[in-house]
């Protein structure tokens, strides 16, 4: 009796779940296992707003394993393994990450977690190879090089970056990041040069420029970082209105004052890259008010 009452239950869970299967078309099962991957998508994300990185790991792994092509799984299981230290497992997680996507941040991905799980040889044989095979993508030596920066490869950092520079034949190319590297060592003239350099090809960014050059004066790096912007403006063969007007605010910083209203004289006539139309007399107007201020 008891056989037949299970054989009973048995076929009775077998009809109901061909029953829910043909009730549902293959686009609604589709969404249905879309809504459960947002939930434990959600719960990931919010585990890892309170900081409980092992608990959004799982739920990442999870994720992962479901669709190791999607960018924001891979990335979110990536980053709570990094923050756990874990990684051998994350050496692992790469390397079936490049089964599917095999790119240029999967690559250098995968050297990083070899490098911080003490494998440098292999690391920098996976970098090098890297190099070597999108020798003409620029995103390659970026990607590197940001690797070898999590790393404290700062030297090698900047070789790649350099060496990037020469084989796409591109001067310019980098200039934000190595500055930012100069800045950290405290290497203020090469700091400014990049960012000089990066002007020079976006003039428009002139207010990030200057802002990044007047973040480094200290009590003693304002002679240094002056005598960059003054260089810089000698090599011109007309200086243009932004290179004038961070030497003016240079001076200014220095409290050097009646030389910063010989350069805002010199202001008069010219134009910003990014102004049709600049009223006369506006800079010594400008000027005056700011030494009002002061």
Request: net charge neutral; with cysteine.
């Amino acid at each position: 009796m008891k056989h037949y009452i299970k054989k009973i239950l048995f076929s009775t869970s077998a009809l109901c779940s061909m029953f829910m299967l043909f009730c549902f078309s293959p686009s609604e099962a589709a969404a249905q296992d879309r809504n459960v991957l947002n939930r434990i998508y959600k719960t990931a994300t919010d585990y890892e707003r309170l900081g409980r990185y092992e608990q959004a790991a799982e739920h990442y792994v999870k994720l992962f394993r479901a669709m190791p092509a999607s960018a924001s799984y891979y990335n979110g299981l990536k980053r709570n393994l990094q923050r756990l230290g874990r990684y051998d497992e994350l050496v692992e997680v790469v390397r079936q990450r490049l089964n599917v996507v095999d790119d240029i941040v999967g690559r250098a991905d995968l050297g990083d977690a070899l490098y911080h799980s003490g494998q440098q040889e292999e690391a920098r044989e996976v970098w090098d190879a890297l190099l070597q095979q999108y020798r003409g993508s620029s995103g390659a030596y970026s990607q590197v090089a940001a690797a070898m920066l999590r790393n404290n490869l700062t030297e090698e950092a900047v070789a790649v970056y350099q060496q990037g520079r020469v084989i796409l034949q591109n001067n310019i190319l980098f200039a934000i990041e190595l500055a930012n590297v100069y800045s950290a060592r405290l290497q203020y003239d090469r700091a400014v040069q990049e960012f000089l350099h990066y002007l020079d090809r976006n003039p428009k960014q002139l207010r990030y420029t200057q802002e990044r050059i007047l973040s480094l004066f200290n009590e003693d790096s304002g002679p240094v970082i002056l005598a960059e912007v003054e260089k810089y403006i000698q090599q011109s063969e007309a200086p243009s209105f932004e290179l004038l007007q961070i030497k003016a605010n240079c001076l200014k910083k220095m409290g050097r004052f009646e030389q910063a209203l010989l350069v805002h004289a010199q202001l008069e006539g010219l134009k910003p890259a990014h102004s049709k139309n600049v009223p006369s007399g506006r800079e010594l107007f400008n000027f005056a008010n700011e030494m009002q201020r002061a």
